[in-house]
């Protein structure tokens, strides 16, 4: 019966973790001033598991990343690695899959490694199309202070899919 009770318990949390990941991030990238800098952070990010395909626009001012399926990268991760390369991450629109959860009074989407609290910003039609369960969003992250990355992050929403 243990062998069971484990066995359903590893099923579960399995299918969740594969499930709730980040899918897709347009981070704002500060202090890239030359194309030779955009190459260097593009080349940085590439070095990451877990991405399918990057893009640095030194134009726009962003990275633009497409991670893969199963993939266990973090937010924090990606704005750690903008960081080493010596630039600044700020905004970051992202989609992601996660589990939505209330926590404290507070709604909230968690990916696993990271928790994406819903901004009150957030409108309330699109606040009442979200169910408990995985959903799968797309929104703006905006970052706190650059040297205080964490794993819980205010999340405005502006679409559900």
Known sequence: MKKIVLLIIVVVFGSF??????????????GMDCAPCAYGLERGLEKLDGLEKVQVSLNDG??????????????????EEVKKNGFSAKNAEIVIKGNFVEQDGTYAIQTGKETF????????????????????????????????LTNKWKLNITQVY
């Open 17 to 30: 973790s594969s499930n709730a990941q980040i899918q897709k991030i347009d981070q704002e990238v500060f």
């Open 117 to 148: 609290k819903i901004a009150e910003a957030t409108s309330t039609n699109l606040r009442s199309r979200l169910k408990p369960g995985i959903v799968k969003v797309k929104g703006i992250v905006q970052d706190e202070e650059d040297g205080n």
């Open 62 to 79: 962003k990275a633009y990343l497409d991670l893969a399926n199963n993939n266990n990268l973090s937010l924090r991760q990606i704005q």
